[in-house]
């Protein structure tokens, strides 16, 4: 007697090298438009499929969770965090959360760096220049569009996980010097390679650094971590660079110090109410902001299809998921 494929319900538009693969594996059902599910939707796909797929932009609460069918056994999250996902009701429902953790490293390390430069050098002020004169400027001047060098200069990586590692790398080559905070300090061999100084109060690290990159995953405790009073010890010259998650900082006491020149400038790839950006942002020409690109590489994408496939075929053989998020693992 043939197998029972399950019904896979994927929530977004995936690349198509990926969505094939389901359709051979799975009885796949596809989002060919790529339009974002309701929350209503949601219910409907979790009241339906074996399998759910979502991504970061699909909020399964505890009540969304609840309403689940008895059928839905895995939720195999498309994405590195899970933030979007109640894992504790799922779990509580007997419902396997997995994620597609270490592939999606070096793109975001190569973004949090071309931030830090973009940033610090006014790469975009000066591209919107030509584009606003027509390709006509004035010529060169020794005092027109001045950046900052950032070799020499101090680098505060929060949350030094595998992004954080990747970013002190690339820092070092740079010529930065590289301090971190970390809920738990690095191996002393790790932290001789990446020549790292840690630090146990974040405060402290904030009022000594010249650029703050978040990097440290976005959970309860972690909402916020840069408050208005923390944001108030950098140093005004200090730039933030923010390609974690939005909610990490408080944007509107970041905004505030931004436009009364009490920060050197941001670099932002999340925002805390995203997909909106308040439009005061906008305005900032000391702010770069990306509409969540950190991530978007082919490659990446693809790897990230693969471990989806990989743990839902895993699950469907009997095998714990080698992605298996668990609630205190969060």
């Known amino acids: 007697m043939t197998k029972r494929k399950p019904l896979v319900i994927v929530t977004r538009k995936l690349p198509p090298m990926v969505e094939t693969r389901m359709r051979e594996l799975f009885d796949a059902r596809l989002n060919e438009t790529d339009?974002?599910?309701?929350?209503?939707?949601?219910?409907?796909?979790?009241?339906?499929?074996?399998?759910?797929?979502?991504?970061?932009?699909?909020?399964?609460?505890?009540?969304?969770?609840?309403?689940?069918?008895?059928?839905?056994?895995?939720?195999?999250?498309?994405?590195?965090?899970?933030?979007?996902?109640?894992?504790?009701?799922?779990?509580?429902?007997?419902?396997?959360?997995?994620?597609?953790?270490?592939?999606?490293?070096?793109?975001?390390?190569?973004?949090?760096?071309?931030?830090?430069?973009?940033?610090?050098?006014?790469?975009?002020?000066?591209?919107?220049?030509?584009?606003?004169?027509?390709?006509?400027?004035?010529?060169?001047?020794?005092?027109?569009?001045?950046?900052?060098?950032?070799?020499?200069?101090?680098?505060?990586?929060?949350?030094m996980g595998r992004i954080g590692q990747a970013l002190a790398r690339r820092a070092r080559a740079f010529g930065m010097q590289v301090h971190y905070h970390n809920r738990n300090r690095l191996h002393p061999d790790l932290e001789s390679e990446l020549e790292a100084t840690w630090w146990e109060s974040l405060d402290q690290m904030l009022a000594r650094m010249d650029v703050i990159s978040v990097n440290c995953p976005h959970t309860p405790g972690t909402y916020h971590l840069l408050s208005a009073r923390r944001l108030k010890l950098l140093q005004p010259h200090a730039i933030i660079v923010n390609?974690?998650?939005?909610?990490?900082?408080?944007?509107?006491?970041?905004?505030?110090?931004?436009?009364?020149?009490?920060?050197?400038?941001?670099?932002?790839?999340?925002?805390?109410?995203?997909?909106a950006v308040n439009p005061r942002l906008l305005e900032c020409k000391n702010a770069v902001l990306l509409p969540h690109m950190g991530s978007a590489t082919i490659e990446g994408r693809m790897d990230m299809g693969e471990k989806v496939i990989i743990n839902i075929r895993a699950f469907m053989d009997g095998h714990t998921p080698p992605d298996r998020v668990l609630p205190e693992m969060l």
């Open 35 to 159: 339009e974002p599910f309701g929350k209503d939707e949601l219910i409907a796909a979790m009241q339906q499929a074996d399998v759910l797929v979502p991504t970061v932009t699909d909020r399964l609460s505890k009540e969304v969770i609840d309403a689940a069918g008895e059928q839905l056994r895995l939720i195999a999250n498309f994405g590195t965090g899970v933030d979007n996902i109640d894992v504790s009701a799922a779990t509580a429902r007997g419902i396997t959360v997995t994620n597609t953790p270490g592939v999606l490293t070096e793109d975001t390390a190569d973004m949090t760096m071309a931030l830090i430069l973009a940033v610090s050098r006014r790469l975009i002020e000066g591209a919107q220049v030509l584009r606003e004169e027509g390709g006509k400027w004035p010529g060169w001047s020794p005092t027109w569009m001045l950046g900052h060098r950032i070799w020499g200069k101090r680098l505060g990586i929060v949350g």
């Open 243 to 275: 390609t974690a998650r939005g909610e990490i900082i408080d944007e509107a006491a970041m905004m505030k110090m931004l436009l009364a020149g009490e920060l050197g400038g941001i670099g932002l790839d999340v925002f805390e109410h995203e997909p």
